[in-house]
């Protein structure tokens, strides 16, 4: 018996899709997707120019519990900043990191029905 996959997941993997197209589309070198820590998983860490951001990823299909960026809240952004820190330690040598500012996107994305991009709203430096 196979199971179904979490619609969930499936929406989570689309959004991140569209945002790293976004993102490389906007001249910016994506460093790693998906980095997995014990406190969770940051989406995307890209760089343009010497910044370095942190990004997070929110789809979703419609507005009943909000915007989608309205999920990143506080406790989100502590958790999101906790394992940025621990991608800096396991970066610290890179050269290529020396000189960059930091700072936290949020990409929020409104699917349609075929997961494609309705709506695409890229908030820089989020967490201020």
Not at 29 to 43: K, M, P, V
């Amino acid at each position: 018996m196979m199971s179904k996959e979490d619609p969930r997941r499936i929406r989570g993997r689309a959004g991140e899709e569209i945002a790293r197209g976004y993102l490389r589309d906007h001249d910016y070198s994506i460093l790693e997707s998906n980095f997995r820590t014990r406190y969770g998983e940051i989406d995307i860490i890209v760089k343009r120019g010497g910044v370095v951001a942190f990004v997070e990823v929110k789809a979703r299909r419609d507005k009943q519990y909000g915007e989608p960026f309205e999920a990143v809240n506080l406790r989100k952004q502590g958790q999101i900043r906790r394992m940025a820190g621990m991608w800096l330690a396991a970066n610290e040598g890179d050269t290529a990191l020396a000189d960059c500012d930091f700072r936290f996107d949020v990409v929020s994305i409104m699917l349609d029905e075929n997961s494609a991009a309705s709506q695409l709203l890229h908030i820089e430096d989020a967490f201020r």
